[in-house]
Every structure is written in C-alpha cells, then in structure tokens.
C-alpha cells in the first residue's frame, strides 16, 4: 500500500495538530517536513522510506552534520507516528546520522578588557548591583 503525496500531506498536517495540542511549537518540524513533502513530490518518490529520508536530510552536501541529523530526525519522529497509520511507511533508525552538539570555543577575556569591564561596573545603578558584578568579575578573575 502506497500512500499519496495529498494523504502524506493530510498525515503531516494532523500530526502537527495533535503536537501542538500537546504543547510543541514546532516551527522548524513544519518547516523541514513542507520541505521533504515537496522533495518527495520532485523526486516521484513512493511514499516514505529510510532511503529517501535519508537522500532528503543530507541533499544539501557540505551542510552541517548537526543540521543534517535534525532534519532527519524530525522525519523520523513523524514516521513512527506515521506507520501506526500506514505500515508502509518505513521509520528511519536511531542514530543513522550521529551529530554531536558543537559548543563555542570560550573567549578569554584579555587583563585590559577585565579593567574595562570592572570600570564599567561603577555606571550600574542601584549601587548594590554595581557592587555585585564588581564581585562576581573580580572573582572570576581570582
């Protein structure tokens, strides 16, 4: 059983509903899966699959594993609560498209922008809070 790209649409739509019901804003989910409706509709794909999920989520190539993984995930949240529906539809596996959260490299505040920071602390009003960013900078440099 294949489903039509009007049903996957209509599945898509109430999925959002109850989601939202439950309390998830889900911009980005929107947004990623209007985007593989409309891939999958481009590609005269059958309905969903690992395949395809995965040609869907790292098409752009050069983009961010990290950004890679979230539209694949995304795909696959709906498709487990696709396939009660419709058990053609194929749920991609955990952790095919593995990204780890990438962090900031931390910036080190050099001596003299410390003194600028701690001569801005004397503009703050009420004084108590110049007081206490005073402190909290001076120890942190401690």
Request: aromatic share 8%.
């Amino acid at each position: 059983m294949s489903t039509t790209p009007e049903e996957l649409s209509n599945m898509v739509a109430e999925y959002l509903r109850v989601r939202r019901c439950l309390g998830y804003k889900l911009h980005h989910i929107e947004y990623t899966m209007d985007r593989y409706l409309a891939w999958l509709n481009e590609h005269n794909a059958d309905g969903i699959t690992v395949e395809n999920a995965l040609a869907f989520a790292t098409a752009p190539t050069g983009a961010a594993p990290r950004w890679q993984a979230l539209r694949l995930s995304a795909i696959r949240c709906f498709a487990k609560w696709a396939c009660l529906l419709d058990p053609s539809i194929e749920v991609p596996p955990a952790k095919l498209l593995p990204a780890r959260a990438t962090r900031v490299a931390p910036y080190i505040y050099t001596p003299e922008e410390i003194q600028a920071l701690l001569a801005a602390t004397d503009l703050l009003r009420p004084a108590l809070r110049a007081a206490t960013f005073r402190t909290l900078i001076e120890l942190d440099t401690k």
